[in-house]
DNA sequence: GACATGCCATGCAAATTTGAATACAAATTT
DNA sequence: AAATTTGTATTCAAATTTGCATGGCATGTC
């Protein structure tokens, strides 16, 4: 989908992709290798959802979005806003063994990770509304903001899960 | 790390393995498709992670966690409590491109997105307390908190962000 | 002009992940 | 008691993902 989006302006190169999802920050909200991009082209060319529409030989290769692909990225992209799927995060993996830690080693990561994350979120807080007229759409703040709130949303459990650990209500 | 500390407590087969996690809700925050269970089982028996205390001809074969997956269960986890990353989440992909969607369309998926929002948010609320005494540890409702908070963070920005669609001032 | 540097651009082997297929035991229905 | 369904337990081929290796090209520099 990604990818896709990225070709809906027009014909681009596996690296220019690369390039494009960069500037959007893509690396920190989305999961993917750049090595990635060029199977995903090849084989959405294979499934007819792109064309190739320059070079080949040995240079670089020009991707072009068909028709089935602008209709396949707006299948995906409607289904993405309409399926409401919980978040998967590592965070969630490590609360789960919680209980494996003595108390004063998890009081410790507790209390190390919520200051980490005021720092990250004022860093982010001053980040919005930064990046504009870089080519980046406006609303990819938006994206910046979401995140924001989430990582707000970590930091108040941990704020109100401290505290119950101190007094031995958790784990 | 989570099959590692699904055998902190005792041997267990590849079923059982995949039972647990089922019980702790882990498919929902974790992305785990139980085919690769057996992969991991092997692989770390294989780094000595693990051993085979039983079975093999055919039937099931049962891991050990051995004091070295003890140690690299907790370098783990550890890291993982320590390390603050950005949550990956796919409606973040759906957001950027919000600006493909025509205004009709954006702001019926995210009226809907909000409403089922709202209907999740309070099952989930009503499922707080209710795994008990089912073999769960009780923090693993501390899981199921933290997802709310998350969720809820969503919902809040859709709710600032669909008025400002109303008004064009976005996308 | 020989050489180093850094960016551009892709390819690929190895590792991992997935989803479905298999096989058999236990429980249930007819 | 035969047939069907459900639950247990694993395997495997195919698809995907990763991270690094490779090679080209422009620029500076001594």
Known sequence: MLILGVLLDGPLHGYEVRRRLELWGADSWA??????IYHGLAKMADEGLLVVVEGG??????YEITEDGRFEFHRQLMQAWYEVRPIV???QVAMTFMD????PDLLNAMRGRAEQLQ???SMMERAIGGKQGFGAPRHID???????TQLAAQLAWLQDAIPKVEREDLP
Do not use: C
């Open 31 to 36: 999961n993917v290798a750049y090595g990635s």
């Open 57 to 62: 030989k040995g240079g670089k290769t020009v």
């Open 89 to 91: 995060d590592p965070f």
């Open 100 to 103: 494996r830690i003595n108390r």
């Open 119 to 121: 720092v990250t979120l």
């Open 142 to 148: 938006e994206n910046l903001k979401l995140t924001t």
